[in-house]
């Protein structure tokens, strides 16, 4: 059975530890391949040989640098379908849906590829008499990626082409669910011409993975996972001098309006709900709608859709493609299967139960069925807290104000959204909501690569986002020169500020 190394200084290299930890295949819970658990040491030599490569390649031509990155996305695009079945092998989702996640990681590429007109500062001649000032955006050093199991390659290729192509080397620490993805990127990359030791990959247990946090040669930290974990991340990372950018958990909320088109916003709900089986941070499982003539005639829509869902392998032969994949493990599984349970007990209205699924052939897949719930309330766990997988519940409100009250008093912002025809609504809406990414009559809001992905409350930790012109400012820091060529030497001395003009 093959093992999943480390990939550190351009080679592929199993640890010395000899303990590996099983990666299932979801879709049939049998064991797929196996991957490495690297040591403390390990983790060290990855960052060594990343600190080792920094000074070569901070000195790089941007424009030799983008070059590398469009090699880069060429291969991509050439190997696509490959990275779309280790995706499906290892996480479940459908093929489809893989494809779209390697989309919008390659879009984060080919923003990357324009990194020369990104980082070229800014020139202001003649600020003072004979003054001029400029600025300069130089690279950081080595910094550090920690990614979820939700999306193995788009998260990472949120981070590591804008941190390369402005002069970084980077140590990528993916988790043990999908661990394939990021060694086949970083071989990509090693073949689109990057030097060895720029970009590195390193499994390892998370007792070993503090060194990216505590490390003096990591100057920034990048996290996409728990909100616990995120806030445990950005307070040691920050003590430890770095920049922090961590993203938590979510639990996006649309507001639908009794004036929204009920057949769109099914559509859209079920996508937003249901699509790569909800194990997403920008899933959409919290419908927050207006009047109960309203919920009653999107229950009537929604029931038969969720009921008529295709679950099953994300890969397959022959027929129509399965709508929904399994959930990435078996623990994971019964997580969501107990926050299905735990609904019931709260008193929520079970409308479609997805616990008891089963996928003819394969009895051993992680699967859960569609679910959805009617009268959640802002009280119940299975409203305040992250699921993270195929449920979606309804939560009954009398008029706008209620709605939007009710969205914005959860601790989580990462995505909201609201469906009307009224654009009086919309607009109010979008200026009120409290969350980062703001969706109208669009159920999965994420931004494309040149504008910022992030979330507001507790569903971000730190103050810049990821990829787009924040993420050139998150891998960068600003150097300002005022510069004077004087014809003669300065005679007197000045005690005064210094002012110009």
């Not at 993916?174 to 990021?182: E, F, R, T, W």
């Not at 052939?361 to 766990?381: A, C, E, I, K, N």
Request: with cysteine; hydrophobic share 40%; proline share 5%.
């Amino acid at each position: 059975m093959k093992t999943v190394g480390n990939f550190i200084g351009g080679q592929v290299c199993l640890s010395s530890s000899n303990q590996t930890v099983e990666v299932h295949n979801p879709a049939t819970g049998q064991v797929e391949r196996l991957v490495t658990q690297s040591t403390a040491a390990e983790v060290k030599q990855a960052i060594d040989v990343a600190h080792q490569a920094f000074a070569d390649w901070s000195r790089t031509t941007p424009l030799r640098r983008a070059r590398v990155m469009f090699n880069f996305k060429a291969l991509l695009e050439q190997h696509r379908e490959e990275l779309a079945a280790l995706i499906v092998s290892e996480h479940g989702k459908v093929y489809s849906d893989a494809l779209g996640e390697l989309t919008r990681g390659m879009e984060v590429v080919e923003f990357a590829c324009g990194i020369p007109h990104l980082i070229k500062g800014e020139y202001s001649a003649d600020v003072g008499t004979g003054v001029d000032s400029f600025s300069l955006m130089q690279p950081l050093g080595v910094v550090a990626g920690i990614t979820p199991f939700n999306f193995p390659a788009m998260v990472p290729m949120w981070m590591f082409p804008i941190a390369i192509a402005c002069g970084n080397t980077f140590v990528l620490k993916p988790p043990a669910l999908v661990p394939s993805a990021s060694v086949r990127l970083a071989e990509l990359l090693k073949e689109a011409g990057l030097p060895d030791g720029v970009f590195n990959v390193v499994h390892c247990a998370n007792e070993n993975a503090a060194q990216l946090c505590t490390d003096p040669r990591i100057q920034a930290v990048s996290f996409v996972g728990s909100s616990t974990v995120a806030e445990h991340i950005y307070t040691t990372a920050s003590a430890h001098g770095k920049r922090v950018q961590a993203f938590g958990a979510a639990k996006n909320q649309a507001i639908i309006m009794p004036d929204a088109d009920l057949d769109a916003t099914v559509n859209a709900l079920m996508g937003g709900a249901f699509g790569s089986a909800g194990e997403r941070c920008m899933a959409l499982p919290i419908a927050v709608v207006v009047g109960d003539d309203t919920a009653d005639k999107l229950i009537a829509k929604l029931k038969p859709l969720i009921a008529q869902l295709r679950v099953g392998p994300g890969l397959q032969h022959g027929g129509e493609e399965n709508e929904m994949g399994p959930l990435v493990s078996s623990a994971h599984q019964k997580k969501v299967l107990g926050y299905i349970s735990l609904g019931v007990e709260e008193g929520a209205t079970l409308v479609t139960d997805g616990r008891n699924y089963q996928v003819e052939g394969h009895p051993q897949g992680y699967y859960v069925g569609g679910t959805l719930f009617d009268h959640v309330t802002p009280s119940m766990r299975i409203y305040r807290e992250e699921i993270f997988g195929p449920v979606l519940g309804i939560v009954r409100v009398a008029d706008y104000q209620t709605a939007i009250d009710t969205v914005n008093g959860h601790e989580f912002g990462n995505g909201s959204a609201i469906f009307t025809s009224n654009g009086h609504y919309a607009r109010q809406f979008v200026h009120e909501v409290q969350a980062g990414m703001v969706g109208v009559n669009v159920p999965v809001p994420v931004p494309m690569a040149f504008h910022s992905f992030g979330g507001w409350k507790r569903s971000v930790f730190g103050a810049l986002n990821v990829h787009g012109t924040d993420g050139v400012r998150f891998y960068t820091r600003m150097k300002t020169t005022t510069a004077r060529w004087p014809s003669g030497q300065q005679t007197v001395s000045e005690y005064s500020m210094p002012t110009l003009g």
